[in-house]
């Protein structure tokens, strides 16, 4: 395998029996055992759909559609609104019947614009995109147009829309699918592997064809056997063997993408950049299946597989969701609440946000819902000063120094902040759960980022403030020296005029005078004359 | 369905402060075992003297600063310094002396500066250092071990006696300081050495054992079991102990190799005096050590060169105090030039 890859192109090859390792990260309980033990299942169609006109990275998506309106399912609903965007789809037939901020979920609990379908029932499909039979026949920008059309975002929870990665631009070493699931609770890409082995397989040659990519690394967790198994074989029933599939230890956060690159080829990103800078393109394995799914049979990304588990679930399992769902009726399809119930989180036990009700939607990045006992989440201990222990910074896989950066955000003191790195923070959360004095350092550092961000913002009002204010003042000054000189050219020309009048005038008074003297002598000269 | 509020992350820390604390003082239990058998009960009573204290100063403070004082003595760290400063003073001390110690170290070497967590100068040091100052002549009177040795050792206080002398300060009528202490061994060898003889005769007295002198060399070896214990339960990376150790041991090997009459061997640097005390548990202090993994090589070698210097050349025949404190003050400046590069940043 490895003479495949040094075959495989130039740089460094990614090579199984070599595998790197990334700073500090932790070893946690999976908690996957109950929820991956089940078949995907199914939701039954929810009487209202709530889709989120926000569920990427960039800006909200634009409605396409008003209220009253009957969609069909899988038909756009909202366009995307400048190039790093997302369409939205309905997830099934009905009729719009409002336009209007509800509540999403996001970490702020705040209200969205969002499009309300009552559905029909009936769930009649869209026959909008063609399903195509040879993808290879297409080029990359057709490719990617797919994509783009069927509104496809990175759903490992960034909500990346995936057509703008696509157009990461060409000459890349390989291609790099996350299948390294690695945050407790969460197993929605494991399931896929096992069930849907051959799409994500698919997913994978569409991504290579798009972006002329030579080589494909699937990385997953070495305690998921059965998904490694799964895709092995599809991959060797297909007979293509430029991908291949890497088992990686499974520490917590390898599923990040600078964490994994790290561990496959002993890269880093650079901190400004982005992994094409350094020739990889990293796509989680959901998205790579989406994106199959896009291309080859014209369908949308109007649902996905979310994990639903925790000890307040009756039966935890996967789900393969219509977005817009709300959670109710994915705990209902799961047996309904133990009454353990006593939080609800989206995500993961790291990374993953408080849901205040079961009434909000399954939106693109929704990879996990938990339903948590009160035992199964962290006590409010009271928090104890820093001891200065630095364990954080032996589990930080940024290798950072968070106690430093603790020190100086909770003394308000920012600026010495992005010295240490604040903003390399990934903010996966090990430094809060490694630090004995139960700081809660991540929030901390959002809370920082998010204040440095609005000085940055302020500061940049500010100077564009003061740029128009000194534009202002030039203008003016400019104007009033315009003025003045106009005013002084009107005097000089008046000056002169006057000149020339003074001019004229001696000139009338000398003709006078001369008038007059021969008048005088004439008068002399007549009496003589006249006597 | 509502529900309740929670912050990520959403599993339980394995770890709190007074777990971490707690974990050193179960360290400390062999040691203080081994100190018992071989030195008397007299640190089980400076023990108690130290930590009731510490923890009573600890409590007034923490009461006029209006902060919680249930968690903050809950935590143990008080308790820590108390058990280490009773490491560091002879077994026969009169409770006020540790008491003065115990209460420096908390209400000046900790509180003042804002409690746990915000001191630059290890407690238990700064209270130590403060009664080596104040009273030289008492924080020098060791006792040698208690081993049948023909004769050649001095009789000792039975528990009782010891009791009667932590509290009251005198000795049982009819015992004299001269029968009972003698110097230790880093003591006794700084004279002799002064006296230019050789360090082999010096050893050969009984006082002296294999590596250090006997009775503190088994401490000082459980002392470090301790610290192993620490490490594994990850309370302690590796570096600052075993730069310590490094620290010590190098200049002693080169100045033994160079000059083996006039410098000891540096096995018994290591099993002497409060060196393997210094490099897993007081040097370790991570609220006065250096944070990062590399800064903390460069603090801990450094203590250990102190250390090595100042029983070498200095006025004082252990230096591990000194040695600590005086890196205390250069960590700021260590942790500003040590630090990790981040991901994704050049060197």
């Given at each position: ?11 460094t ?7 790197w390792?990334?700073?500090g ?11 991956a ?8 169609l ?13 800006q909200?998506?634009?409605p396409?559609?008003?209220p009253?309106?009957?969609v069909?399912?899988?038909?756009p609903?909202a366009?995307?609104?400048g190039y790093?965007?997302?369409k939205?789809h309905?997830s ?17 609990g705040l ?9 029909d ?5 869209w ?10 026949a ?6 990617r147009?797919?994509?783009?059309a ?11 829309p995936?057509?703008v ?10 291609l ?6 690695c945050?407790?609770?969460i197993?929605c890409?494991?399931?896929l592997?096992?069930?849907?082995a ?7 040659q569409?991504?290579?064809?798009a972006?002329?990519?030579?080589r ?8 998921k ?8 074989a ?7 063997a ?5 088992a990686?230890?499974?520490?917590y ?12 080829t ?11 800078d ?12 989406a ?6 049979r ?6 996905r597989?979310?994990t639903v ?16 769902t ?11 609440y133990t009454?353990q ?8 036990a ?5 849901l ?9 990045a ?5 339903a948590?006992?009160r035992e ?5 201990a ?8 630095g ?21 308000d ?8 790195h604040?903003f ?5 959360g090990c ?8 700081i ?15 000085r ?7 100077d564009?403030?003061?740029?128009r204010?000194?534009a ?10 315009a ?12 000056d002169?005029a006057?000149g020339?009048?003074?001019?004229r005038?001696a ?12 008048r ?12 | 369905m509502?529900f309740?509020?929670t912050?990520?992350p ?6 709190s402060?007074?777990?971490v ?10 040691a203080?075992?081994a ?14 003297v ?11 403070v ?5 902060r919680?004082?249930r ?5 143990l ?9 009773a490491?560091?003073?002879p077994p ?6 540790t ?7 908390i ?9 746990l ?7 238990a040091m ?5 009664l080596?100052?104040?009273f ?9 071990p208690?081993?049948?040795l ?6 000792a206080?039975d528990?009782?006696?010891t ?11 009819g015992t004299?300081w ?5 110097a ?9 050495l002064?006296?230019?003889v050789?360090?082999?005769q ?10 250090g002198a ?7 070896a ?15 990376r ?5 730069a ?24 018994f ?7 393997m ?9 991570p609220?006065?050590?250096a ?7 460069v603090y ?19 230096g591990?105090?000194?040695?600590v404190?005086?890196?205390?003050m ?18």
């Open positions: 395998m490895a003479a495949a890859c040094r075959a495989g192109g130039g740089g090859a990614v090579n199984p029996a070599r595998l390792h990334f700073h990260g932790l070893k946690l309980d999976a908690r996957t055992a109950r929820a033990a089940a078949p995907i299942g199914a939701v039954p929810p009487p209202r759909l709530v889709l989120p006109l926000s569920q990427h990275v960039g909200p998506a634009e396409a559609v008003s009253g309106e009957r069909l399912k899988g038909q609903i366009r995307p609104n790093v965007g997302a939205v309905a099934s037939s009905g009729t719009v019947v409002e336009i209007a901020p509800h509540p999403v979920p996001h970490p702020s209200s969205a614009p969002c499009i309300v379908i009552e559905t029932g009936l769930d009649e499909p026959t909008g995109y063609e399903p195509i039979t040879d993808f290879t297409l080029t990359g920008p057709e490719l147009a797919r994509v783009r069927a509104g496809v975002v990175g759903l490992g929870g960034a909500a990346f995936t057509a990665k696509l157009g990461a631009g060409s000459g890349l070493k390989r790099i699918l996350n299948g390294a699931e945050e407790p609770y197993c890409d494991e399931l592997l096992r069930e849907r051959a799409e994500v397989l698919t997913g994978a569409v991504l290579l064809q972006l002329d990519i030579a494909c690394v699937v990385a997953i967790e070495d305690d056997p059965a998904a490694q198994a799964a895709l092995e599809a991959i060797r029933a297909a007979g293509d430029r991908i291949e599939v890497v990686v230890p499974a520490i956060p390898e599923g990040g993408e600078r964490q994994l690159i790290k561990v496959l002993g890269e880093e990103v650079p901190a400004r950049g982005v992994p094409p350094i020739g990889y393109l990293c796509q989680n394995v959901g998205t790579a299946a994106v199959a799914r896009a291309v080859t014209g369908e949308p990304l109007i649902s597989i979310v588990t925790g000890d307040g679930v009756a039966a935890p399992r996967n789900l393969e969701v219509r977005l817009g709300p959670v109710a009726a994915l705990v209902e399809a799961c047996g309904g009454g119930a006593a939080h609800l989180l989206m995500g993961g790291m990374m993953g946000f408080p205040a009700d079961d009434s909000l939607p399954v939106i693109k929704t990879n996990c819902i938990v948590a006992s199964e989440v962290r006590p409010r009271p928090v104890m000063p820093c001891i200065r222990c364990e954080c910074a032996e589990v930080c896989p940024a290798q950072l120094l968070p106690q430093q950066l603790y020190w100086h955000a909770r003394s003191d920012l600026e010495p902040l992005d010295d240490y604040l390399d923070c990934i903010e996966c430094c809060d759960l490694a630090c004995p004095s139960q809660p350092l991540t929030q901390y550092f959002r809370y920082a980022k998010t204040e440095l961000w609005a940055q913002r302020d500061r940049a009002r500010s564009i403030a003061r740029e204010f000194e202002r003042r030039e203008r003016l000054d400019a104007e009033q020296q003025r003045k000189k106009r005013l002084e050219e009107k005097a000089r020309a008046a002169e006057r020339d009048e003074q001019a005038k000139m009338i008074d000398a003709a006078l005078e001369r008038v007059q003297a021969r005088g002598s004439d008068r002399d000269d007549s009496p003589g004359s006249g006597a | 509502k309740a509020s912050r990520p959403h599993v339980r820390p394995a770890r402060v007074t777990r604390m707690g974990e050193v003082l179960l360290a400390l239990v062999p203080t075992v100190w018992t058998w071989f030195f008397g009960p007299g640190i089980l009573y400076n023990m108690a130290a930590t009731a204290t510490a923890l009573a100063c600890e409590a007034a923490l009461a006029l600063r209006g919680a004082v968690p903050h003595l809950a935590d760290s008080a308790v820590v310094t108390a058990i280490l400063l490491f560091c003073i026969l001390t009169p409770w006020w002396i008491a003065t110690g115990a209460a420096f170290a209400l000046f070497a900790k509180q003042l500066y804002g409690g967590g915000y001191n630059p100068f290890n407690p700064a209270g130590y250092v403060v080596l100052i104040s030289p002549e008492q924080m020098t009177r060791w006792l040698p208690l081993l049948e023909a004769g050649t050792m001095p009789a206080l528990a009782w006696q009791l009667v002398f932590t509290l009251t300060g005198t000795l049982p009528t004299g001269d029968a009972l202490t003698g230790t061994p880093l003591d006794d060898l700084r004279t002799q002064q006296l230019a050789p360090v082999d010096v050893r050969a007295a009984p006082l002296y054992g294999v590596f006997r009775g503190w060399e088994w401490t000082a459980w002392i470090g079991l301790g610290g192993l214990y620490l490490l594994w339960r990850r309370v302690i590796w570096q600052i102990p075993a310590v150790l490094l620290g010590v041991c190098l200049p002693a090997a080169l100045a033994w190799l160079l000059a083996p009459a006039a410098y000891p061997p540096p096995t640097h290591l099993f002497s005096g409060a060196t005390l210094c490099a897993f548990f007081i040097a370790t202090d609220v006065s050590a944070t990062s993994p590399r800064g903390r090589l801990g070698f450094c203590i250990g060169l102190l250390i090595f210097v100042i029983r070498s050349w200095g006025g004082y025949p252990d591990v105090a000194f040695a404190l005086l890196m205390n250069a960590v700021p400046a260590i942790d500003h030039f040590t630090r990790p590069r981040t991901y994704g940043h050049a060197g």
